[in-house]
């Protein structure tokens, strides 16, 4: 599935996880899947890591419980979540697979490991021998890309 | 009854449980999820107990975490 997202919301998520540094930063994403399969992000939200440290997170259920409101509100459905890894690469850990329990999600991480960023996105899910993962193809698009 | 599901207007029978509605609606790994009708959360321990009222807003949520 292709993944889209735009540099603004791209921009926030990377400035609020900056902001976190060194404690991990997390968030919900919202949008919509068109007929084409593409998944288009069409608004971010940066809420709380409630674990406060730099191994884990953890989203503030109230703060996530308020965004699917204004998800229902604007017509937009859930998407998945964003989070950071401040030094790590982006890619699933193992607690990230353990705990990502809604296969219809898309997992997004974003490392600040290295002067640049790198945001990836995953799909997971169970399988026999666990979960599997699978990357997804993210699209960063300026304001005036036109929607697939 | 018309209940709202995840965002969706359901028909579902009467006296239905939370519980029952988790297994309608085949939720993936119950134990990490956390249910709120008409905004309030629900104790787990109150999904059996818990019967659904017409016009009820249902939304399940699932724990979102994990770590580096």
């Known amino acids: 599935m292709l993944i889209t997202i735009k540099q603004a919301d791209f921009d926030r998520i ?32 940066l809420l ?15 703060e996530q419980l308020a965004a699917i409101k204004d ?18 690469p982006s890619r699933p850990s193992e607690e990230d697979k353990r705990l990502a329990n809604d296969s219809r999600a898309s997992y997004l991480i974003l490392s600040l490991m290295e002067e640049k960023p790198v945001l990836n996105a995953f799909h997971i899910e169970s399988s026999e021998d666990g979960k ?17 | 009854m018309k209940i709202t599901v995840a965002g969706e207007q359901k028909e579902v029978a009467d006296g239905l449980s ?38 009820d807003v249902v939304e399940f949520l699932y724990f979102m975490g994990g770590g580096r």
């Open chain 1, 48 to 62: 709380t890591n409630i674990d406060h440290t730099n191994e884990h997170f953890s989203i503030d259920p109230r």
């Open chain 2, 18 to 55: 939370i519980a029952e509605l988790i297994v309608l609606e085949n939720v993936e790994t119950p134990e990490y999820v956390t249910v709120s009708v008409n905004e309030e959360f629900v104790n787990s321990d109150s999904f059996e107990s818990l019967i659904l009222k017409e016009g």
């Open chain 1, 14 to 45: 990377y400035e609020h996880a900056l902001a976190e540094r060194p404690n991990e930063a997390c968030g919900l994403i919202a949008g919509h899947d068109t007929e084409n399969g593409v998944r288009v992000i069409e608004k971010v939200y």
């Open chain 1, 132 to 148: 599997t993962v699978r990357k997804e193809e993210l699209e960063i698009r300026g304001e005036d890309s036109a929607e697939e």
């Open chain 1, 71 to 88: 998800m229902r509100t604007n017509g937009l459905k859930p998407l998945g979540n964003w989070h950071s890894h401040p030094e790590s």
